[in-house]
């Protein structure tokens, strides 16, 4: 009998067009598919609480589907590197197949395992969880890009991407499992509270709940490129969650989109953000915890410590600020782990400049409540919103969250969203303050407007 091959599952939880499953399965013997909950490597960026209910849900899924094909998924807890190379002693495996992931905690923890396995077995790494390998464009002087637009061009002269093979019909058990972990053991869904209660009506974790999202957006791929601002219609794909763990590869997305519309450009333009975070996160390891601007760096941000400052934090997460369409975003966040990405936008902004908070505590708080929170895509878009990106929004240029509301028709989204506005009618819904019909139950603004303004253009003065 051959010996083993392991496939390392990390934020690949799919068999179809999955570059790993793919060699391991032709590698015509036993496949050992294993995936290690690693809690050690990542330190501070341990997967928050929302993206470990996804990962509870998804886990499960992946366990039925590979059991369908006569194998099992063997469940690990530790540092990846050396749970894996224990793996590899016990079983007698050869080879280990994975897909490449590039936050700088797996590039580290891959160049250990290169090293623990040293001449036992071969770790063999393959792309496929973006359109192109992340580096592989580059600019005419044969460096990366490090801004958008140029980026996108030149990738659209490489697309439409590869699609890989298809699930294995089957694959070949060991004569002896590895022991495994129990699932339920390692806790990932919250109990007492339980806040995910509401996720399960708006979530199906796994492929299958991924090709229905799918699906579903196949319908609306015309309509997005004007939809797509509107919070209010459900314009946009919600397959975030499902890429972001890899449920379906983003080549199975391009070819399904690019093939039922030609307005589809404007799609494909926003699948390519993703991969173009990972091409800032390879140049800029640090993305996550440091402003790339240097005036950035500097800026005199309020001080957590100080209680007020808490406070606006405070109310900033719980969507009780006064502003409702941030308000809306905030809780829609909490309800389901996802917020719509207009008021991602607006609710980011409001944080950063009307409440002079530093874009890291807001780009924590997303990390643990968001099902997609994504090291590259989080952390672009954070520092794209402060004005402190490699390509980034300018920081002077302050967005006015009511007037977004009613720009981009808010209303209907607000309602479902801050039951207390509930029966308010539009325009009133957007600024009931304003138009002095705020219910008694909905908080005052935390700070006017201008206000808001003038102290976030006085504090970029210092650094400017
Ligand atoms: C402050 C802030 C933080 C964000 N944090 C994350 C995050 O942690 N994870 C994440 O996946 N997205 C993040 N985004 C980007 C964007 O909001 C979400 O990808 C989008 O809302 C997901 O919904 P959808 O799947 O319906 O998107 P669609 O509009 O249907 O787009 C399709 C896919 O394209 C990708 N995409 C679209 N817009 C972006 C973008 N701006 N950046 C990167 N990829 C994009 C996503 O994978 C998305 O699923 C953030 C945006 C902001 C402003």
Known sequence: MNAPTIIWFRRDLRLS????????????????????????????????????????????????????????????RGRAAEVLAEIVKSTGATQVHGLHHHEPWWRNAERALER?????????????????????????????????????????????????????????????????????????????????????????PGTAGAEKNLEAFVDKAEQYDDGRNLPSEPLVSRLSPHLHFGEISPATIWHR????????????????????????????????????????????????????????????????TGYPVVDAGMRELWATGWMHNRVRMIAASFLIKHLLIDWREGEKWFWDTLVDADFGSNSVNWQWSAGSGVDA????????????SEKFKAGDYIRQWVPELGDLDDPYVHDPEEHGCRPASYPTKIIAHKEGRARALGAYAQVK
């Open 393 to 404: 929004n300018m920081f002077v240029r302050i967005m006015a969250p009511l007037t977004q």
């Open 116 to 204: 623990i396995l040293a001449e036992d077995a071969e770790l063999i790494l393959h792309h496929g969880n973006y359109l192109l390998p992340p580096g592989t464009v580059k600019t005419g002087s044969g460096g990366p890009y490090k801004i958008y637009t140029p980026f996108w061009k030149a990738m659209r002269q490489h697309m439409p991407p590869a699609v890989g093979e298809a699930s294995p019909d089957r694959l070949e058990p060991p004569e002896i499992w590895p022991e495994s972990d129990s699932l339920a053991d390692w806790k990932l869904l919250p109990t007492k509270p339980d806040w995910a209660t509401e996720f399960a009506d708006h979530w199906q």
């Open 257 to 320: 989109i690019a093939n039922v519309t030609d307005r589809a450009e404007t799609f494909l333009k926003e699948l390519v953000w993703r991969d173009y975070a990972q091409n800032v996160i390879i140049q800029f390891p640090q993305y996550g915890s440091e402003s790339y601007s240097e005036k950035l760096r500097i800026l005199p941000w309020r001080d957590m410590a100080d209680a007020k400052v808490q406070q606006d934090f405070k109310a900033w997460c719980q969507g009780k």
């Open 17 to 76: 067009d999955q570059a790993a499953v793919a060699a391991a399965a032709a590698a015509h013997g036993p496949v050992i598919p294993v995936y290690i909950l690693d809690d050690e490597t990542p330190k501070h960026r341990r997967m928050g609480g929302a993206s470990r209910w996804w990962l509870h849900r998804s886990l499960e899924v992946l366990e039925a589907t590979l059991r369908d094909k006569g194998s099992r998924l063997i469940l690990r």
